[in-house]
């Protein structure tokens, strides 16, 4: 079944902690993206990456931290730079072409100890 | 900067009435217009696009949106709304070329009342 597996759904972490979301895609995308959704806040863009081994900064990339060494996966790191990480995250992948759709994963949520 | 600004952030309606879900954005060359949604519990999913073309589009579940391009909008649309339909919705805008980054709207809550 094609798509894209966010792992884990659920995420606690503690103060000071470094966490790891997981994003894997079989839809042989090569752009990735990651995005935070707040309430009242719509999608904010954390990273994004259009080929492998190599991503640039979204809008709010300041706590995180990514690498592409895969075309299938795109793995966020939440550093304890982030101080406000409790948010629901969101992982995306499109095309080649700028009019084709971003697809999205299930989303991880997590949540401060 | 492109920006993209959705009026309603909060809309409730009862079933059957019409529904009408307003989206601006700003940029001057050709765009790429989306409309997600997403309801509880589920991920995001494309409601419709439109790239080129006819301006009326239609997607999934008789939701359509127009563009009008003088107005510099893309409002979603739906004659008879359902319980089912109730979601947040969001528009989404992107730069028509080999930019693939979207700049989103806030979204709007849309509950609808059986």
């Known amino acids: 079944d094609g798509g894209i597996t966010q792992s884990p759904k659920y995420l606690f972490r503690k103060e000071g902690q470094n966490v790891t979301l997981s994003c894997e895609q079989n839809?042989?995308?090569?752009?990735m993206y990651w995005y935070r959704q707040d309430p009242g806040q719509g999608l904010r863009l954390i990273y994004y990456?259009?080929?492998?081994?190599?991503?640039q900064k979204g809008d709010i990339a300041e706590g995180y931290s990514v690498s592409r060494e895969k075309k299938e996966s795109f793995p966020l790191t939440v550093t304890s730079a982030q101080k406000n990480p409790t948010a629901f995250y969101l992982c995306?992948?499109?095309?080649?072409?700028?009019?084709?759709?971003?697809?999205f994963g299930d989303g991880t949520r997590l949540s401060i100890l | 900067a492109q920006s993209v600004s959705q009026h309603n952030h909060h809309v409730i309606l009862s079933e059957a009435a019409s529904l009408e879900l307003g989206c601006n954005y700003s940029?001057?060359?050709?765009?790429?217009l989306f409309w997600y949604v997403q309801y509880p519990g589920q991920h995001l999913q494309l409601l419709l696009k439109?790239?080129?073309?006819d301006p009326l589009v239609k997607g999934i579940k008789g939701f359509e949106a127009e563009f009008i391009k003088s107005k510099f909008s893309f409002n979603l649309r739906k004659p008879s709304v359902q319980w089912s339909d109730t979601a947040e919705y969001f528009c989404?805008?992107?730069?028509?070329?080999?930019?693939?980054?979207?700049?989103w709207g806030l979204g709007t809550s849309l509950a609808v009342n059986p």
């Open positions: 839809l042989n995308h090569d752009a």
């Open positions: 940029y001057g060359g050709t765009v790429n």
């Open positions: 989404a805008v992107n730069s028509a070329g080999n930019n693939r980054k979207l700049i």
């Open positions: 995306a992948t499109t095309g080649l072409y700028s009019n084709q759709p971003q697809h």
């Open positions: 990456s259009q080929i492998v081994n190599d991503f």
């Open positions: 439109y790239f080129s073309g």
